[in-house]
């Protein structure tokens, strides 16, 4: 780009071609419009919102705007529109599994989900909770995910990616919000919120619920429907509709004044079914239950002197998986995983029960400063401290040892506690986790920006870890960004890979280390103009000491087994043609190996597209319209089934605003063409036990209202 | 700037208002009754978020400056004026925006007023347009980028400009030139964008005004492609240029304005106030930080200071 020559050619062409900046409107909306440049700047100037800021990474940011134009009611609807992340589904609960660049697990310990910054982690199996129960969207003021590692920064388990989820706070502007749907499956949804100031305290409270009978697409087969062929039984619910029902509350308060924040949430889930089984055997009346409730006190301060901001944070969240009635493993009529023990052929005629509940505490205390008063650094660093606790393990059961006679139950007999005794499922314990870390962002040029980051972490269970990332991003151009990363994770290992006792299947492992990953990754931003940008990015990862369940005396047992590699391409770009349409689309590749047996690490897509239309083809009347591809997913090494079918779904969003003054409508309608699309079940020794995979929800039509001033 | 917005909003087209207003009218002459302080009435277009922000952060900053009572009243395009003006008799009208001006002029009022939120500097009114002062700008600008020597501004009509009225004096005292071309079309201005920037180098800016100076998406882009390549300023009065790459721009404090018009507000219950005009000068700045760094110009703690939006690099 040396001089500047603008011949007649390319002056007529930008003559004629080109959106001009609207003025001479008499409407007072155009004025300001044309004051401050547009609609999204006014929120800006006006502290509705503010600007975005990313991390020197991969990463992305959803709005809520973003949120309500497709329709989204859980977060995992906003997720899946991410390049290069795909939810896929564990037969447990149905819940999610976040699947960054091909690095696929069914309990998903790999990322890191936050709220407001504080991971949701749970000790047991390292995700949100086996009652997860989905999270609603209506609180929320925007989702950030980085993918790729995280761990210089956050710490444990941000590893495959991570997603922070922020809810709307108390700025001390005045809103109220109340909506509701209602729609398939007996579908109810309702929230309200408000925010505003209580004297000079500014306030924030939101109330969010959903009941719903759930979807009831169908699986052909199960568990029990293999143990049927050995046993000669034939006890299995299958083909029957997965259990999807649940009803839920999430509620969110914070109270601000001056640098402080108070927060409290809870997340209840209630009556909720288990998808496709706990024990990937369909059962009927099974219902689990989560209250998992949070509190936080923060406190910032950006000048505690010229150069130096301090943010000081404690917080607390205390989980639950609570089973409400008997939890059956195996339905009635089955001889449960025992049928090679000398008491088959007997079969248990309430089915064999196992009632497993998790109760955990989650302490965390940080403090982080950032000093700039070197020139061209800014320097930050911050240390913290994590209690977790696994307070109590209770289970009931009606297989297993009797801890009263020490004899073994049979079928037939009742169902027994056998919390607190030696043959409940998992022991009680405790983590404790110190750490600090460090960062420098140095400006060591115009154009050019490194940030260094180092975090040492202490675990009292097993042990330190260092990982550091780099990042180094040139401003190439006026419009090419190009960012080169590397980064090293790690993810702490689960409760239940290392505390596991008694399981007839599985054994817990208290010499595993963690896992670890490092990460390279080349990305390039390039705004096209006023109004069109694009994303390309290629990343190679190396995955080690996968936690793997091999065989061992007494059953298997966790070890650091595995490896994988993988690499990868994610393609995104924004075009807004004309005002009144935005046109987003996204492609991800990768390909993945597991490098034990040089097979495709299998079940995550190696190929995803998604395209999405935003228009408003009349004044006040949006509508959006998604689809998403999702391709390529091989099976695992060893399991001897077609690869699953590809599918695409397309949903479509139609919306009036101000129908009625502050009311808005809305019809949401999810897989219009009634796809029947699946995620990938689990190969086991024995075959896939649920052999046609797990379905995701047929078509369903949601009508919304919402009010707001 | 985070405010509440805590001022009795009418809404005048709507049956409950209609219903509410004998109580409104009793309770308030009431309390006039036995007051003798002054009473403005803030008039302003009754829009959606986020434009309704814009009007209540200027109304709250009013209400808090003006020596007295005062009402907010959200005017919607079929609301009549002159019944609330009846009802209240203020001492003096604050009206926002050109379509509250419209309503009430179409009302045949006879209470003093204050103009705000408008942009056309032609109103013989008291009051204060949202164009920024030259000197605030240019100020801003000395700031942040005290090696400039040349600004070049391209002007859309010849003839007195209160975009850059005064801008030329201003810059001299400082050591610096400005350079004004005149525009009569966008081809014009393409070709005269195109001279300055053959001729120009890293002490040289562009200003581009809030009308747009002829400016649009394509000329910006190749203005910004070549003061990238020349380590140029650009800067503007219009913040959605700061987020394609120019430097800097202004944008108006709707608080701190809405306090300055209620000051003319009391000036003109002292009957004090000119009737004219005045351009903004309560602004805030919004800097590119992307831009800023490839120019070299390092956003110290003590420029931070200076700055209410940054925009981060990518």
Same mark, same amino acid.
């Given at each position: 780009?040396?001089?500047?020559?603008?011949?007649?050619?390319?002056?007529?062409?930008?003559?004629?071609?080109?959106?001009?900046?609207c003025?001479?409107?008499d409407?007072?909306d155009?004025?300001?419009?044309?004051?401050?440049g547009?609609e999204e700047?006014?929120?800006?100037a006006?502290?509705i919102?503010?600007?975005i800021?990313?991390a020197?990474a991969?990463a992305?940011?959803?709005t809520a705007?973003?949120?309500r134009?497709?329709?989204?009611?859980d977060?995992?609807?906003v997720?899946?529109?991410?390049?290069g992340?795909?939810?896929?589904?564990?037969?447990?609960?149905?819940?999610?599994?976040?699947?960054?660049?091909?690095i696929y697990?069914?309990? *998903?310990?790999?990322?890191?989900?936050?709220?407001?910054?504080?991971?949701?982690t749970?000790l047991?199996?390292?995700?949100r909770n086996?009652?997860?129960?989905?999270?609603?969207v209506?609180?929320?003021?925007?989702?950030?995910?980085?993918r790729?590692p995280?761990?210089?920064?956050?710490g444990?388990d941000?590893?495959?990616?991570?997603?922070?989820?922020?809810?709307?706070?108390?700025d001390?502007s005045?809103?109220?919000? /109340?909506?509701a749907?209602?729609g398939?499956?007996?579908?109810?949804?309702?929230?309200?919120?408000?925010?505003?100031?209580?004297?000079?305290?500014?306030?924030?409270a939101?109330l969010?619920?959903?009941k719903?009978?759930?979807?009831?697409?169908?699986?052909?087969?199960?568990?029990q429907?293999?143990?049927?062929?050995?046993?000669?039984?034939?006890?299995?619910?299958?083909p029957?509709?997965?259990?999807?029902?649940?009803?839920?509350y999430?509620?969110?308060?914070?109270?601000?004044?001056?640098?402080f924040?108070?927060?409290a949430?809870?997340?209840?889930? *209630?009556? /909720?079914?288990?998808g496709?089984g706990?024990a990937?055997?369909?059962?009927?009346?099974?219902r689990?239950s989560?209250?998992?409730v949070?509190?936080d006190l923060?406190?910032?301060?950006?000048?505690?002197t010229?150069?130096?901001s301090l943010?000081?944070q404690a917080?607390?969240?205390?989980?639950?998986?609570?089973?409400?009635?008997?939890?059956?493993?195996?339905?009635?009529g089955?001889?449960?995983?025992?049928?090679?023990m000398?008491?088959?052929?007997?079969?248990?005629p309430?089915?064999?029960i196992g009632?497993p509940?998790?109760?955990?505490?989650h302490?965390r205390?940080?403090?982080?400063s950032?000093y700039?008063?070197?020139d061209?650094?800014?320097?930050?660093f911050?240390?913290?401290?994590?209690?977790g606790?696994?307070?109590?393990?209770?289970?009931?059961k009606n297989?297993?040892?009797n801890?009263e006679t020490?004899?073994?139950l049979?079928?037939?007999d009742?169902?027994?506690?056998?919390?607190?005794?030696p043959?409940?499922?998992?022991?009680?314990?405790?983590r404790e986790?110190?750490?600090v870390?460090?960062?420098?962002?140095?400006?060591?040029?115009?154009?050019?920006?490194?940030?260094?980051?180092?975090?040492y972490?202490?675990?009292s269970?097993?042990?330190d870890?260092?990982?550091p990332?780099?990042?180094?991003?040139?401003?190439?151009?006026?419009?090419l960004?190009?960012?080169?990363?590397?980064?090293?994770a790690?993810?702490?290992?689960?409760?239940?890979?290392?505390r596991?006792? *008694?399981n007839?299947v599985?054994?817990g492992?208290v010499n595993?280390?963690?896992?670890?990953?490092?990460?390279?990754?080349?990305?390039?931003?390039?705004?096209?103009?006023?109004?069109l940008?694009?994303?390309?990015?290629?990343?190679?990862?190396e995955?080690?000491?996968i936690?793997?369940y091999?065989? /061992?005396?007494?059953?298997?047992?966790a070890?650091?087994?595995?490896?994988q590699t993988?690499?990868?391409?994610?393609f995104?770009?924004?075009w807004?043609?004309i005002?009144?349409?935005?046109l987003?689309?996204n492609?991800?590749?990768?390909?993945?190996?597991?490098k034990?047996?040089?097979?495709?690490?299998?079940?995550?897509?190696?190929?995803?597209v998604?395209?999405?239309?935003?228009?408003?083809?009349m004044? *006040?009347?949006?509508?959006?319209?998604?689809?998403?591809?999702?391709?390529d997913?091989?099976?695992?090494?060893?399991?001897?089934r077609?690869?699953?079918?590809?599918y695409?779904?397309?949903?479509?969003?139609?919306?009036?605003?101000?129908?009625?003054?502050n009311v808005?409508?809305?019809?949401?309608?999810?897989n219009?063409?009634?796809?029947?699309?699946?995620?990938p079940?689990?190969?086991?020794?024995?075959?896939?036990l649920i052999?046609?995979?797990l379905?995701l929800a047929?078509q369903?039509v949601?009508?919304?209202?919402?009010?707001q001033? | 700037?985070?405010?509440?917005?805590?001022g009795?909003?009418i809404?005048w087209?709507?049956?409950s208002s209609?219903?509410?207003?004998?109580?409104?009218?009793?309770m308030?002459?009431?309390?006039s009754?036995?007051?003798?302080?002054?009473e403005?009435?803030?008039?302003?277009?009754?829009?959606?978020?986020?434009?309704?922000?814009?009007?209540?952060?200027i109304?709250?900053g009013?209400?808090?400056?003006?020596?007295g009572?005062?009402t907010?009243?959200?005017?919607?395009?079929?609301?009549?004026?002159?019944?609330?003006?009846?009802?209240?008799?203020?001492?003096?009208?604050l009206?926002?925006?050109?379509r509250?001006?419209?309503i009430?002029?179409a009302?045949?009022?006879?209470?003093?007023?204050?103009?705000?939120?408008v942009?056309?500097?032609?109103?013989?009114?008291?009051?204060?347009?949202m164009?920024?002062d030259?000197?605030?700008v240019?100020?801003?600008?000395?700031?942040?980028?005290?090696?400039?020597?040349?600004?070049?501004?391209v002007q859309?009509?010849?003839g007195e400009?209160?975009q850059?009225?005064?801008?030329?004096?201003?810059?001299a005292k400082r050591?610096?030139?400005l350079?004004?071309?005149h525009?009569v079309?966008i081809?014009?201005?393409?070709?005269?964008?195109?001279?300055?920037l053959?001729n120009a180098?890293?002490?040289?800016?562009v200003w581009?005004l809030?009308?747009?100076?002829y400016?649009?998406?394509?000329?910006?882009?190749?203005?910004l492609?070549?003061?990238w390549?020349k380590?140029?300023?650009?800067?503007?009065?219009n913040?959605?240029?700061?987020?394609?790459?120019?430097?800097?721009?202004?944008?108006?404090?709707?608080?701190?304005?809405?306090?300055?018009?209620?000051?003319?507000?009391?000036?003109?219950?002292r009957?004090?106030a000119?009737?004219?005009?005045?351009p903004?000068?309560?602004?805030?700045v919004?800097?590119?930080?992307?831009?800023?760094?490839?120019?070299?110009?390092s956003l110290?703690?003590?420029?931070r200071?200076?700055?209410?939006l940054i925009l981060?690099?990518?």
């Amino acid at each position: 780009m040396g001089g500047f020559s603008m011949n007649k050619v390319v002056i007529g062409s930008i003559i004629f071609s080109l959106t001009h900046i609207c003025l001479g409107d008499d409407s007072t909306d155009m004025d300001l419009m044309s004051l401050y440049g547009g609609e999204e700047f006014i929120s800006i100037a006006t502290g509705i919102t503010q600007p975005i800021a990313k991390a020197p990474a991969v990463a992305s940011v959803i709005t809520a705007e973003e949120i309500r134009r497709i329709g989204a009611r859980d977060i995992d609807d906003v997720l899946e529109t991410i390049p290069g992340l795909h939810v896929a589904r564990d037969s447990q609960g149905h819940n999610p599994i976040y699947t960054f660049r091909g690095i696929y697990a069914n309990f *998903n310990p790999q990322v890191l989900v936050l709220i407001n910054g504080i991971p949701i982690t749970n000790l047991f199996r390292g995700d949100r909770n086996v009652v997860w129960g989905g999270m609603p969207v209506n609180s929320i003021s925007k989702i950030e995910v980085i993918r790729g590692p995280g761990s210089a920064l956050y710490g444990a388990d941000a590893f495959a990616g991570v997603i922070n989820i922020v809810t709307e706070d108390a700025d001390g502007s005045e809103k109220f919000e /109340a909506g509701a749907r209602y729609g398939t499956y007996n579908t109810k949804e309702y929230w309200a919120s408000k925010k505003g100031l209580i004297g000079n305290v500014a306030f924030y409270a939101s109330l969010e619920g959903q009941k719903t009978d759930g979807f009831n697409e169908k699986i052909g087969s199960d568990a029990q429907s293999v143990l049927d062929q050995y046993t000669f039984t034939n006890a299995s619910l299958a083909p029957g509709s997965v259990n999807m029902q649940r009803e839920n509350y999430d509620g969110r308060l914070e109270f601000a004044y001056k640098g402080f924040i108070w927060r409290a949430g809870i997340q209840s889930r *209630n009556n /909720a079914g288990d998808g496709a089984g706990v024990a990937e055997a369909l059962s009927v009346d099974n219902r689990l239950s989560s209250q998992r409730v949070n509190t936080d006190l923060a406190y910032e301060n950006k000048n505690v002197t010229e150069n130096l901001s301090l943010k000081v944070q404690a917080s607390y969240l205390q989980t639950t998986q609570e089973v409400d009635g008997d939890l059956i493993l195996y339905p009635a009529g089955s001889t449960g995983p025992f049928f090679a023990m000398p008491y088959f052929p007997s079969v248990y005629p309430d089915g064999v029960i196992g009632s497993p509940e998790i109760y955990e505490r989650h302490s965390r205390f940080n403090v982080s400063s950032f000093y700039s008063g070197l020139d061209k650094h800014e320097i930050g660093f911050g240390a913290g401290y994590y209690y977790g606790d696994l307070y109590k393990v209770k289970e009931s059961k009606n297989y297993g040892i009797n801890p009263e006679t020490f004899g073994l139950l049979l079928p037939g007999d009742p169902v027994v506690d056998v919390s607190d005794t030696p043959f409940v499922f998992m022991t009680e314990d405790e983590r404790e986790n110190n750490y600090v870390f460090l960062q420098d962002v140095w400006h060591f040029s115009n154009d050019w920006e490194l940030t260094a980051g180092l975090r040492y972490d202490h675990y009292s269970d097993f042990g330190d870890t260092v990982n550091p990332r780099l990042a180094l991003v040139w401003s190439t151009t006026r419009n090419l960004t190009t960012k080169l990363l590397y980064g090293e994770a790690f993810r702490a290992p689960s409760f239940t890979q290392t505390r596991a006792i *008694n399981n007839p299947v599985f054994q817990g492992n208290v010499n595993l280390d963690p896992e670890e990953l490092k990460s390279y990754e080349l990305a390039f931003d390039y705004r096209a103009g006023y109004n069109l940008s694009f994303n390309l990015n290629a990343f190679y990862y190396e995955w080690k000491d996968i936690i793997q369940y091999v065989s /061992a005396p007494g059953g298997s047992q966790a070890q650091n087994a595995g490896k994988q590699t993988g690499h990868g391409l994610e393609f995104e770009t924004r075009w807004q043609p004309i005002p009144d349409l935005e046109l987003i689309g996204n492609l991800a590749w990768q390909k993945s190996e597991d490098k034990n047996t040089n097979s495709d690490a299998g079940n995550a897509p190696e190929k995803q597209v998604y395209v999405q239309a935003d228009w408003q083809f009349m004044p *006040n009347w949006h509508m959006n319209v998604q689809t998403n591809w999702v391709m390529d997913r091989n099976r695992v090494n060893g399991d001897a089934r077609s690869d699953i079918d590809d599918y695409a779904i397309v949903d479509l969003t139609l919306r009036r605003k101000s129908i009625w003054e502050n009311v808005d409508v809305a019809l949401i309608v999810k897989n219009l063409f009634d796809k029947d699309a699946r995620e990938p079940s689990q190969n086991s020794d024995l075959g896939p036990l649920i052999y046609d995979d797990l379905p995701l929800a047929g078509q369903s039509v949601m009508a919304e209202i919402r009010y707001q001033y | 700037m985070k405010t509440r917005f805590s001022g009795s909003k009418i809404h005048w087209g709507s049956m409950s208002s209609r219903l509410l207003l004998p109580f409104i009218i009793v309770m308030f002459s009431g309390l006039s009754s036995e007051s003798v302080s002054a009473e403005l009435m803030v008039l302003y277009p009754d829009v959606k978020g986020p434009f309704s922000k814009v009007f209540e952060d200027i109304s709250m900053g009013a209400k808090e400056r003006f020596n007295g009572n005062t009402t907010l009243l959200a005017l919607d395009e079929k609301d009549n004026a002159l019944t609330p003006l009846d009802a209240k008799k203020p001492d003096v009208v604050l009206v926002l925006g050109k379509r509250s001006l419209d309503i009430l002029n179409a009302a045949d009022n006879h209470v003093p007023l204050v103009l705000g939120a408008v942009n056309d500097s032609h109103f013989a009114y008291p009051g204060i347009l949202m164009i920024p002062d030259p000197e605030v700008v240019l100020d801003r600008l000395l700031m942040l980028a005290p090696r400039v020597k040349r600004v070049h501004v391209v002007q859309k009509n010849k003839g007195e400009d209160i975009q850059i009225k005064g801008a030329s004096e201003y810059l001299a005292k400082r050591g610096v030139q400005l350079i004004i071309d005149h525009a009569v079309d966008i081809r014009d201005a393409a070709s005269l964008y195109a001279r300055i920037l053959d001729n120009a180098n890293s002490s040289d800016a562009v200003w581009i005004l809030q009308d747009g100076s002829y400016v649009n998406s394509a000329i910006f882009s190749l203005l910004l492609d070549v003061a990238w390549s020349k380590n140029l300023v650009v800067f503007s009065s219009n913040p959605i240029h700061v987020k394609h790459g120019a430097l800097f721009a202004v944008y108006p404090d709707n608080k701190k304005m809405g306090a300055s018009l209620g000051e003319i507000a009391n000036q003109v219950v002292r009957k004090e106030a000119e009737s004219s005009m005045r351009p903004l000068r309560d602004v805030l700045v919004a800097v590119n930080e992307r831009t800023g760094n490839h120019l070299g110009i390092s956003l110290s703690n003590d420029v931070r200071g200076k700055v209410d939006l940054i925009l981060p690099a990518r």
